[in-house]
Structure formats: structure tokens, C-alpha cells
């Protein structure tokens, strides 16, 4: 399980350092070619847009099923003395909530988009293209982070402090 998870880890990992990667070299090309040949790239800000979307999704897919997160722990010392278990468990639920949810709501905004069958005014992709791009790297977050919460038994910082000791600890 724990590789499974460190394999797709890394795969949401290379795909948003390559969008990032590809969408810098888009820009920096059409910018160049813009400015400097009075050519720019046809389509470049939609590419952009998906790349975007892309980068955000698998990004946040991969900082919150690793729990690498930034996190603000102003009452975090106090419900740890209190009520530990009862305050890991309510802040993991609480995110795997929110993040089924905002799924959901993609999930939802793909289908009228899908079932709208309108396109994009450039490159005229199917405009379920950006939602659905979306929604799979958060149905792949959302089933990673409930995986590595019941395998850790809330316990995440185990995962990081493993794959540190392995060497294999991924930096986004």
C-alpha cells in the first residue's frame, strides 16, 4: 500500500513540475516571439489555462495526500494536550470533506460543461476539457489522502518520516 502510494505520489509530483515546466517554456516562447518577431504562439493563453489547471490539481493532489500542506498552528499545542486523537482526526476529516466536496462541485461543473457541448473560442477544445482535467487529479487526491489517513490511523507525519528515511521524500 505505502509503495502504491509513494509510486502515484510521485506521479502527481512529475506531472505538475512538468505542466509548470512546459507552461514557463510556452510563455517564455510566445513572449519572445510576440515581442521580438511580431509572432506569437497561436492558442498559447489556452494552453496555459489547461497547464494551469493541471499544476494546480495534481499539485494540490500531491501536498494534501502527503499532508505537506502549510499548515497555521496557533491552537494546535493546546488541543494536542487535551484532545489529540480527537483533534487529528477532526482536522483530517474535516479536509477530506472539503476536498470530496469541492470535487464534487467539479464533478458536477464537467457535466453541464460536457452536456452543454460548447467549446473554447481558440483551440476549440471541448470546455469539459479544464473541469475534467481537474476533477481527475482530485478524485486521485481525495482517494490517496483517504488512503493514507486509514493506513497511517491519522497519523501522516508517518508517511513523511518514512519516505525520509527511505530517501524517497518528494519535494514539489
Known sequence: MERVFRIMERVLAICAGTALFVMMILTFVDVVGRYGFNKSIFGASEMIEVLMVVVIFAGVAFVTASDQHIKVDIFASLAEKFAPNFQRWAVHLFSLTIYAGLTYELGRHMFDSLSSGK??????????VLPGAAVFFSVIGVLLFGAAILATRGRLDKLT????????GSDL
Not at 473560442?121 to 471541448?126: E, I
Not at 518520516?161 to 524517497?168: E, K, L, W
Open 119 to 128: 467549446r473554447t473560442a481558440v483551440l476549440d477544445l471541448q470546455q469539459w
Open 161 to 168: 518520516h518514512i519516505a525520509a528515511q527511505d530517501g524517497h
